[in-house]
């Protein structure tokens, strides 16, 4: 009964395992030219294209740039940035203020695995010394975090920098809209964020479109993406929804206000890359949850969590 289904881009390799989408083998002659490069891998599995760009998304770094000026404070670069500055929010505020999302599933998920990467880890392979040196980095900032941050996600996160109980935090540029529009917070100011030992690097999040098996209405769907794709329509997203744009040439109706954001979403876009595309993530995502919960939250010894939790993921891997 679909035509064309629009897909968060990390649940994609179960519709092409369970072949529910078609091939799109002139998906480079349907796409713009000016369609963003990194976005494109996503799109592929086997080096051919199954699914269009729809909307790209990733996190950018949300501060309270009066509250880090009052303080003496620049915006944490590196990871012992992070730590040091965490820390002396703690010590200046009497509370943690600096937040990473700890809700169970997608939102622990994201945080895990940009920590992973920023160690030169991997999400499916995390009873290694890199997997290690990200969690002990977590667990070390837990003491100095908001106590707030197990409830942090897309949507608390807007509302803990809304109210000044949060100062630094990572969330999706829509959160410019509700932040600093919406809410009239001008000081809250973005960047790309911080560096790991590999350095910096960021989950590219959002949807895409793909082309449902045997539709009938093949035409009409690609001159939908088509339509979708437009430099008219992206800006219009963009402007109004607060989504970054698939198109690099998307800017033009984004007010002058807006325009430091979406510089910032482009260069987190940059060091952005998809999650592995395996049919498991989910099983993967609660695994990472349940480590993170034991090592950050209880404190439990960093090592020999992973070590556990790594034969989950293998049983995953393997069909348990």
């Known amino acids: 009964q679909l035509d064309l289904l629009v897909q968060d881009n990390n649940s994609l390799a179960q519709l092409v395992s369970n072949e529910l989408v078609e091939k799109i083998p002139d998906a480079e002659s349907i796409m713009p030219p000016t369609t963003i490069e990194a976005l494109k891998p996503v799109l592929q599995f086997?080096?051919?294209?199954?699914?269009?760009?729809?909307?790209?998304?990733?996190?950018?770094?949300?501060?309270?740039?009066?509250?880090?000026?009052?303080?003496?404070?620049?915006?944490?670069?590196?990871?012992?940035?992070?730590?040091?500055?965490?820390?002396?929010?703690?010590?200046?505020?009497?509370?943690?203020?600096?937040?990473?999302?700890?809700?169970?599933?997608?939102?622990?998920?994201?945080?895990?695995?940009?920590?992973?990467?920023?160690?030169?880890?991997?999400?499916?392979?995390?009873?290694?010394?890199?997997?290690?040196?990200?969690?002990?980095?977590?667990?070390?900032?837990?003491?100095?975090?908001?106590?707030?941050?197990?409830?942090?996600?897309?949507?608390?996160?807007?509302?803990?920098?809304?109210?000044?109980?949060?100062?630094?935090?990572?969330?999706?540029?829509?959160?410019?809209?509700?932040?600093?529009?919406?809410?009239?917070?001008?000081?809250?100011?973005?960047?790309?964020?911080?560096?790991?030992?590999?350095?910096?690097?960021?989950?590219?999040?959002?949807?895409?479109?793909?082309?449902?098996?045997?539709?009938?209405?093949h035409d009409m769907a690609v001159d939908f993406t088509k339509y979708w794709m437009t430099r008219d329509v992206q800006e219009q997203l963009t402007a109004k929804n607060g989504w970054p744009s698939m198109r690099s040439d998307a800017l033009g109706e984004v007010a002058d206000w807006q325009k430091p954001y979406f510089d910032v979403v482009n260069q987190a876009l940059a060091v952005s890359k998809a999650r592995p595309n395996v049919t498991y993530w989910s099983q993967v995502e609660t695994i990472l949850s349940n480590a993170f919960n034991d090592i950050v939250t209880s404190g439990q010894d960093v090592k020999d969590t992973l070590e556990r939790y790594q034969q989950e993921i293998d049983k995953a891997a393997n069909g348990g």
Request: net charge negative; aromatic share 12%; hydrophobic share 40%.
């Open 46 to 217: 086997d080096g051919e294209y199954w699914f269009l760009p729809a909307r790209p998304n990733v996190q950018i770094t949300y501060y309270n740039s009066a509250k880090f000026s009052d303080w003496g404070l620049e915006p944490p670069k590196t990871w012992d940035d992070l730590k040091s500055t965490a820390a002396s929010i703690k010590e200046k505020a009497g509370v943690g203020q600096v937040s990473i999302q700890g809700v169970t599933g997608g939102a622990v998920g994201v945080t895990v695995t940009q920590f992973l990467w920023q160690a030169g880890g991997d999400p499916l392979k995390i009873n290694t010394d890199e997997g290690a040196a990200a969690f002990q980095l977590m667990q070390d900032l837990k003491p100095d975090l908001t106590p707030q941050y197990p409830t942090a996600t897309f949507d608390t996160t807007n509302t803990y920098l809304l109210n000044e109980s949060v100062v630094l935090a990572q969330n999706w540029p829509f959160g410019v809209v509700v932040i600093v529009e919406q809410g009239g917070k001008k000081d809250i100011l973005a960047y790309s964020g911080w560096e790991g030992p590999k350095g910096n690097a960021l989950v590219l999040g959002g949807d895409v479109f793909g082309i449902a098996t045997g539709t009938q209405n």
